[in-house]
């Protein structure tokens, strides 16, 4: 019996998560769950798993958990203190970091301290923190699993072969909403446009970094840091149909990649049961009915947030953290119907331009360049 705990247990990949141990009650336990502030959800978790502790963001919907599960002996913690202490649970072999955002960086560290295996679904903890978090868990000997589907591709496609032989990581992409859209037409694109993904089901946040290819700009940067690769080696391609999930291309030329429907609860159990694979219920992969698989180069000047991301990327340091952290800031103006949509990767290039590089950040310096990235954003709008 595995012992699992879920940070963003109320979000996308949370409850996807759930699904899974729900229809695996003889492997896995829930012994911990965190979430922001859905506290009506969140109780009708509880009341299902029985964890030993329950985590809320906000202290006062902790509170109001509080209350309402006064009948169970559960635990209620929160804010980051809660999630730490979360992250350090005995009872917890395996944490499911699916928050949003770099408040997912703290507990990952400690939970790694604390020998805990990490199953990966929070970009922002490599993207800001990969130079920090890769060789602290090669410390403390902690497998991390990624779970977001083309990272787990990519894990799944190494299996069996040396990395010293990889030619070239292929991370695809979808393309989004706005596949093949120029500029001109981009301006004029509203939220709703920019929340009709074409092949997923995921949450606002997320839609719009998929929609600005931003999302795909985290995910190399994720894939330098997970594989040990260098960034002229990781390819993105658009892959419309997103049925190839990500691939890797050996020295001898051969590609190996992991193909299946857009789902998620592949990842996730892949990482959960790694490396045995158990059924899973849902639909399966019928090529015949796909029929045809296409793919395209990627159009960095149209879509310069995946442009942005690479000189991030490259530049290193903290310019990364100001990347990530101007964008967020970006697209809860978007979310809130106070920019444009093309404005986006306008407040991430002036975000970069302004910042003053530190090359080797520690932890502290990370937070206080993630204060400051919004801080000017925030000033500039």
């Given amino acids: 019996m595995k012992k699992i705990g879920v940070m963003g247990s109320t979000g996308s990949i949370g409850t996807q998560t759930l699904e899974i141990v729900r229809d695996n009650p003889d492997r896995l336990q829930i012994t911990a769950l965190a979430a922001g502030r859905n506290v009506d959800l969140l109780e009708k978790q509880v009341r299902e798993f029985r964890p030993k502790l329950a985590v809320l963001w906000d202290e006062e919907a902790a509170a109001s958990l509080k209350t309402k599960i006064a009948d169970l002996p559960v635990e209620v913690a929160a804010g980051m203190d809660g999630l730490l202490k979360m992250a350090a649970m005995e009872e917890v072999e395996t944490l499911v970091t699916a928050v949003v955002g770099m408040i997912g960086i703290r507990p990952t560290m400690e939970a790694i301290k604390n020998g805990k295996e990490i199953a990966l679904a929070n970009k922002e903890t490599l993207v800001t923190a990969g130079h920090l978090i890769m060789p602290l868990a090669k410390e403390h000997g902690v497998r991390i699993l990624p779970v977001d589907s083309e990272h787990s591709a990519i894990f799944q496609s190494l299996q069996g072969e040396k990395r010293s032989q990889i030619r070239k990581i292929l991370l ?5 909403p706005f596949r093949g859209k120029t500029k001109e037409e981009l301006a004029h694109m509203t939220l709703e446009d920019a929340l009709k993904h074409p092949n997923w089901s995921m949450g606002r946040k997320i839609t719009v970094d ?28 658009v892959h419309p149909q997103s049925i ?20 998620m609860k592949l990842p996730i159990q892949y990482a ?26 990627p159009d960095p000047e149209t879509f310069t947030g995946l442009k ?40 991430i290039g002036k975000a970069m331009e302004q910042h003053k590089v530190i090359a080797d950040p520690d932890l502290t310096q990370i937070l206080d360049t993630e204060k400051e990235a919004r801080d000017f954003v925030r000033r500039k709008l």
């Fill in 308 to 347: 942005l991301a690479y000189e991030a990327a490259r530049t290193g340091g903290s310019m990364p953290t100001v990347f990530n952290a101007a964008n967020e800031e970006a697209v809860a103006l978007f979310l809130d119907h106070k920019c444009r949509f093309l404005q986006i990767p306008e407040i």
């Fill in 172 to 176: 695809t992409a979808s393309g989004g």
């Fill in 244 to 263: 190839l999930h990500s691939a890797v291309e050996y020295d001898d030329g051969a590609v190996i990649g992991q193909m299946g429907v857009p789902d």
């Fill in 210 to 237: 998929s929609s600005t290819l931003v999302n795909k700009g985290l995910e190399v940067m994720e894939v330098k840091w997970l594989f040990d690769v260098p960034l002229e080696k990781i390819q993105v391609v």
């Fill in 272 to 297: 959960l049961f790694y490396p045995d694979r158990l059924p899973l219920s849902g639909d399966k992969l019928d090529l015949f009915k796909v029929g045809t698989m296409t793919f395209e180069e």
